[in-house]
């Protein structure tokens, strides 16, 4: 969903958000990012300084006053909160009822749902309230990956990974941490430490899949001879080892491969540059 026109004030000066480095200019872009990003709702968001650019840039001071309300009720309940935190691992996630109370209101400020979507909407605000902090952590981690902000997703899975209670979430759950780490890893063209993050998920849970990744991205850093004397050392399976090499270098003569190839040759290699610089700063910043 998006909006072509924007019905109400748009501010001089933008809010902005840091979870995805953007500002935006108006209300309905806010209820943009709030309605399909709902995991990264958090504390860099909803907080005084969101309501006070409501109320100066945009002028709407009667949602001003109802949010800055919500925020205040539950300030004694968010610093409770953090006391009996303290010591574990900080997260900075709202409790979901503080979201659905914030958030809400300015849906309804923007009209910018219709009940059926906002009731959707408040049923995915209750499930995630019920998912451990660490799953909610994760699935900030997984949406970071997808638009390709790689190290603030690094920062999010080594953070899950450092209050690790194996007894609380299983071996499943860290493997995919594990493996979601490496992609981010590769991601910024980390590819020894994708390797050793692949690893540690297929040592966790022993799949082909976390095992092809692994096996991918080994001649990516390591000289032919390293390579083998590494598949020597895991006394890995030769057959499929072999059956991966030979699947990537069928991937290599896909007509979509040859077609991208074809593009790059053809293209300016300094606009190519630019581009990949650009994605690279993107994906590296904090």
Known sequence: MSYDLCLLRQANQPY???????????????????????????????????????????????????????????????RKNQTAQRGAHEDKSFPQSLAASFVLPIFREAGYLTSAQMHEYQEQLAKLE??????????????????????????MYRQILKNR??????????AAIWN????AYAGMFRFEEAADCFLESWRLMKTKETFRKYISALPLFL?????????????????LARTIQEHNAKLCETPEFLSHAE????????????????????????
């Open 16 to 78: 902005y958000i840091e979870n995805i480095r953007t500002g935006i200019y108006s209300l309905e872009e806010l209820c943009f990012y709030l309605y399909n990003n709902i995991c990264l709702i958090d504390e860099s968001i909803l907080n005084e300084k969101l309501c006070d650019w409501i109320r100066d840039e945009l002028h709407l001071n009667r949602l001003y006053r109802q949010l800055y309300d919500q925020l205040q009720k539950m300030e004694e309940s968010s």
């Open 223 to 239: 000289s032919n001879d390293e390579y083998q004397k590494r598949l020597k050392e895991l006394q890995s399976d030769e057959y």
């Open 180 to 183: 979601n780490l490496g992609a």
């Open 130 to 155: 019920v998912q451990s902090d660490e799953m909610k952590q994760k699935l900030r981690g997984d949406y970071l990956v997808k638009e390709k902000m790689f190290a603030r997703a690094v920062l």
């Open 165 to 174: 209670n194996p007894g609380k979430l299983g071996t499943q759950f860290y």
């Open 263 to 286: 593009q790059v040759k053809t293209r300016p290699l300094d606009e190519t540059i630019e581009e990949l610089k650009t994605q690279y700063s993107k994906s590296t910043r904090i």
